[in-house]
């Protein structure tokens, strides 16, 4: 057996408890009978420690998170802390220090799940979005004082290139070879418009991709009437932000859906997390569904050198979803999460 790979478990705030136990259970199970073995380290940062210390994570939080071999989050978030206190003392800062400027959120409708689009069927809808994570409408820079405020997007060239660079690269191994951008050089007329200008470059170097874009207001009203015709998505921060809830809703539930935050090369942790929050509404009733967590792990297997096993949990959740008798009530049922977690474990060969 290797050494093991050592990960930094965060579960956060409300189901984060929940669904990070869950993923765990079934990640460990997958990678230990492939001979991959995991060594986790748990950290109770969150906002019961920000209560209890005034701040979300250690003072030496990222240089403690930089050893590690990835980051497996739950959620982060409470009714009492503020979400632009709480996300950007954590979600955040780990994202733009480890430059996991590669958000990658897969948007699929899986056999077995009844999504929300009348007559579309898993066929239909089966996306990828390549989100940039480490700069543009979520740089921080601004102000706000009693007169209003003031939100500064940075986009810069590198960090434009390297990120359609990616999406394109990413389009060229899939079958259908599609890109869509999202744009909206109409009204944001200098970010926008050095966006559209550094996809045109970019696309020179991958002629085996059909690639067009969109602004983004249309791109998402085609995610939801045309959606059989888009494959992978790049967008900036905020679109990528708001494209993959909307990719999540007509999957058929934000509780299915992970998402990898990555530093393609490796200097850094990636960091991988269901793109779900905590959902205090829930939260403690132990019916959160876990799969979103579990899938993240799936991706952080991958990353970390463990193709086989990342392919066995995906497996076993699409065997699952399909057999349709274990659900959570998110997806119409009254399963609980142990109940879900057990069924994965169970289809895992
Ligand atoms: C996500 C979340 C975060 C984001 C929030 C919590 C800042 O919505 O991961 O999609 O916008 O990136
Ligand atoms: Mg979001």
């Given at each position: 057996?290797?050494?093991?790979?050592?990960?930094?478990?965060?579960?956060?705030?409300?189901?984060?408890?929940?669904?990070?136990?869950?993923?765990?259970?079934?990640?460990?199970?997958?990678?230990?009978?492939?001979?991959?073995?995991?060594?986790?380290?748990?950290?109770?940062?969150?906002?019961?420690?920000?209560?209890?210390?005034?701040?979300?994570?250690?003072?030496?939080?990222?240089?403690?998170?930089?050893?590690?071999?990835?980051?497996?989050?739950?959620?982060?978030?409470?009714?009492?802390?503020?979400?632009?206190?709480?996300?950007?003392?954590?979600?955040?800062?780990?994202?733009?220090?480890?430059?996991?400027?590669?958000?990658l959120r897969p948007m699929k409708l899986l056999p077995g799940v009844t999504g929300p689009l009348a007559g579309r069927g898993p066929a239909d809808v089966d996306m990828i979005c390549v989100r940039?994570?480490?700069?543009?409408?979520?740089?921080?820079?601004?102000?706000?004082?009693?007169?209003?405020?003031?939100?500064?997007?940075?986009?810069?060239?590198?960090?434009?290139?390297?990120?359609?660079?990616?999406a394109f690269e990413l389009a060229a191994r899939r079958p259908r070879r599609l890109l869509a951008s999202a744009t909206?050089?109409?009204?944001?007329?200098?970010?926008?418009?050095?966006?559209?200008?550094?996809v045109?470059?970019?696309a020179?170097?991958f002629?085996q991709v059909s690639w067009r874009k969109y602004h983004v207001d249309a791109l998402a009203a085609r995610m939801v009437t045309a959606p059989q015709g888009l494959d992978v998505i790049v967008g900036?921060?905020?679109f990528g932000?708001i494209l993959t809830d909307l990719g999540a809703a007509i999957s058929g539930s934000l509780?299915l859906a992970p998402g990898?935050?990555?530093?393609?090369?490796?200097?850094?942790?990636?960091?991988?997390?269901?793109i779900?929050?905590?959902?205090?509404?829930?939260?403690?009733?132990?019916?959160?569904?876990?799969?979103?967590?579990?899938w993240?792990?799936?991706?952080?297997?991958?990353?970390?050198?463990?193709?086989?096993?990342?392919?066995?949990?995906e497996?076993?959740i699409a065997?699952?979803l399909a057999?349709?008798?274990?659900?959570?009530?998110?997806l119409?049922?009254?399963?609980?999460?142990?109940?879900?977690?057990?069924?994965?474990?169970?289809?895992?060969?």
């Amino acid at each position: 057996m290797s050494a093991p790979r050592r990960i930094a478990v965060i579960p956060g705030d409300g189901i984060g408890h929940e669904v990070i136990p869950a993923g765990l259970a079934v990640l460990t199970r997958a990678a230990e009978s492939g001979g991959f073995p995991l060594a986790f380290e748990h950290f109770d940062w969150g906002c019961e420690h920000y209560r209890r210390t005034g701040r979300m994570m250690a003072a030496d939080a990222l240089d403690r998170l930089a050893d590690f071999d990835a980051i497996y989050l739950g959620a982060i978030g409470a009714p009492d802390v503020p979400d632009h206190v709480s996300i950007w003392e954590m979600v955040l800062p780990i994202r733009q220090r480890f430059d996991q400027y590669v958000n990658l959120r897969p948007m699929k409708l899986l056999p077995g799940v009844t999504g929300p689009l009348a007559g579309r069927g898993p066929a239909d809808v089966d996306m990828i979005c390549v989100r940039e994570n480490s700069e543009g409408e979520y740089s921080g820079i601004g102000c706000l004082d009693a007169d209003g405020a003031r939100e500064e997007a940075i986009f810069t060239r590198r960090g434009i290139e390297r990120i359609v660079r990616y999406a394109f690269e990413l389009a060229a191994r899939r079958p259908r070879r599609l890109l869509a951008s999202a744009t909206k050089s109409n009204a944001l007329r200098h970010s926008m418009v050095l966006w559209d200008e550094v996809v045109e470059q970019v696309a020179r170097d991958f002629p085996q991709v059909s690639w067009r874009k969109y602004h983004v207001d249309a791109l998402a009203a085609r995610m939801v009437t045309a959606p059989q015709g888009l494959d992978v998505i790049v967008g900036s921060n905020l679109f990528g932000d708001i494209l993959t809830d909307l990719g999540a809703a007509i999957s058929g539930s934000l509780g299915l859906a992970p998402g990898a935050n990555l530093n393609p090369e490796r200097l850094h942790p990636s960091m991988f997390e269901p793109i779900h929050g905590s959902a205090p509404d829930i939260a403690g009733q132990g019916i959160a569904n876990p799969i979103g967590a579990v899938w993240a792990g799936a991706l952080m297997l991958d990353h970390l050198g463990a193709p086989e096993a990342a392919r066995r949990i995906e497996h076993a959740i699409a065997a699952v979803l399909a057999d349709g008798d274990v659900r959570t009530p998110d997806l119409g049922g009254h399963a609980t999460t142990a109940d879900m977690t057990r069924a994965l474990a169970a289809r895992l060969p």
